[in-house]
């Protein structure tokens, strides 16, 4: 998506550790037009009609795919990231590591709201190393939902995380890949 | 607003422990027409022509500040509720306590992001002590910056935070204000 990657160039700045900061615009402070026309973009890839529910991650998923949701007329469902009171009764649950905060995290879905066949698109703001989207695919697939694809606006293409479900078959679709980001010096993959 | 007591008394449960579970449409599966309607309801109580900026805490208030903000065309923010990597350099920050995860929690917001004079609209989903809304409007004194008002769809009006912000002047509105939340009986304070 040209806009998003122009965006990213102009700003984005990318810090050492491999850390890309969009927090200007994707994932602190919020551009909420963009991520209207991020909506419209995935819906280019994605047969909505024939998806029930969007599901992300909180905290940095649940703006873009809110709008998504909206955008759709579609329900929106986000896995939370540690036991709270607010949520009684049967969890799904699944385990990842948060590079972000260095720690594990265990994501939780009420099993109220996901059932055997709901079609679920996942969606969400940034793909590194892929656990937050393994941790969801495997929710999805404890539910026996079925799983229409992943919708991301960012994807760190050379930490592999993206590549490695596109191995396992998932239909993903990244909206600006970075292949290289260093200092000064961000390459794009090539749009599909 | 009828809309959104109505759906408290349909969809909504009260847990022993003063709990409101809302979680089938408001934070954790999201109803988003349902927040397009709030956010349409919110725009006849405040002028958001003078209204810079939304400005909410993660992770609950999202979902409803992005639409929010995607409808009024306005930037969001929110705050963040622990360090991570992602954010580099000069923050505000205000420690609350969490009685949700029973822990005091900091809320950071990046220097980059409010400015003095920047006009900021408040919005959350739930209003219980007012905790989480207290940090923010301490962060936005920090800021210089000035408070239009605060929006919340659900407060638990017997819990006292909501008041104590209105006597202190704030020009806070709330959608549904619970007065009595019991297993069974809810009552709801008359509409202003």
Not at 37 to 45: G, P, S, V
Not at 170 to 184: C, F, K, Q, R, T
Request: contains cysteine; charged residues 25%; hydrophobic residues 45%.
């Amino acid at each position: 998506m040209q806009e998003l990657k122009e965006r990213i160039l102009t700003d984005g700045k990318v810090l050492p550790g491999d850390i890309i900061k969009v927090d200007g615009f994707l994932n602190h402070r919020v551009d909420c037009a963009l991520m209207s026309r991020i909506a419209d973009e995935f819906a280019r890839f994605f047969d909505i009609d024939n998806v029930d529910l969007l599901l992300t991650a909180e905290a940095s998923g649940i703006a873009l795919t809110a709008i998504c949701a909206m955008r759709y007329g579609k329900p929106m469902l986000y896995a939370k990231k540690a036991k709270s009171d607010n949520i009684e009764g049967g969890l799904f649950t699944s385990e990842i590591f948060s590079y972000t905060y260095k720690k594990k995290v265990t994501l939780l879905v009420s099993k109220d709201w996901i059932q055997p066949g709901t079609r679920v698109l996942i969606i969400d703001d940034f793909l590194a190393r892929g656990e937050a989207l393994r941790g969801l695919c495997d929710i999805v697939k404890q539910a026996g939902a079925e799983l229409v694809g992943i919708g991301c606006a960012i994807e760190k293409g050379f930490q592999g995380g993206g590549d490695h479900l596109r191995e396992m078959g998932v239909n993903l679709h990244s909206l600006a890949i970075l292949d290289v980001a260093e200092p000064g010096h961000i390459v794009f993959r090539d749009d599909e």
